[in-house]
C-alpha cells in the first residue's frame, strides 16, 4: 500500500489566509463605528442626565453652575469642574454643552453636543460637528439628535 501526501497545497493556504485578512478589515472598520456611535450616545445621555437640575434651577430661580446643576465630568469631553457647561438666559432659554475630547476616538474629538431649551421649556439636542478634524460620518448621529 503506498501512502499518498495529504495536506493543503501553497494556493489553498494562501486563499485561506486572504479570506481572514478581508474579515479583519471588515471587523475592524465596524468595531471602530460603533466605538464612535456607543460613545457618542453617552455622552448625550449623561448630559441629557442634568436636564431636570436645570429645570429645577430654572424654576427656583437659582443659578445654574456646574455645582448647582451636579455636573461631573466625562472622561470622554473637555467639560472641567472650572468652565460651567450651563448657558441660560433670563427667560430660560439656553443650552447645556460639552466638547468631545480626551479618551474619545479621535473622530469625535472637537464634537460639540448641545442640548438646546427654549423659552418654553422644551429641549432638543443638537450635534455642531463643524469643528470635528477627522471624517465625521452621519450614521453616528443619535436618532434623538439633529445636525445642523
Not at 470622554?76 to 472650572?82: F, I, P, Y
Not at 479621535?106 to 421649556?121: D, F, N
Not at 455642531?128 to 478634524?133: F, G, H, K
Amino acid at each position: 500500500m503506498k501512502a499518498t501526501d495529504s495536506g493543503f497545497t501553497l494556493i489553498e493556504m494562501m486563499i485561506v489566509v486572504a479570506i481572514l485578512g478581508i474579515l479583519a478589515g471588515v471587523s475592524v472598520m465596524k468595531y471602530q463605528e460603533y466605538v464612535v456611535r456607543t460613545q457618542v450616545n453617552r455622552v448625550v445621555f449623561e448630559l441629557a442626565g442634568y436636564k431636570s437640575a436645570v429645570e429645577v434651577n430654572i424654576n427656583q430661580g437659582r443659578s445654574l453652575t456646574n455645582s448647582e446643576i451636579g455636573f461631573t465630568p466625562s472622561n470622554l469631553t473637555t467639560a472641567s469642574l472650572g468652565g460651567d457647561v450651563a448657558n441660560f438666559n433670563a427667560d430660560g432659554s439656553g443650552s447645556l454643552q460639552v466638547v468631545i475630547g480626551r479618551d474619545a476616538h479621535t473622530v469625535m474629538h472637537g464634537l460639540i453636543i448641545q442640548h438646546v431649551r427654549s423659552v418654553s421649556g422644551e429641549w432638543r439636542c443638537q450635534l455642531d460637528t463643524s469643528a470635528v478634524v477627522s471624517n465625521w460620518d452621519p450614521s453616528y448621529l443619535p436618532d434623538s439628535c439633529l445636525a445642523p
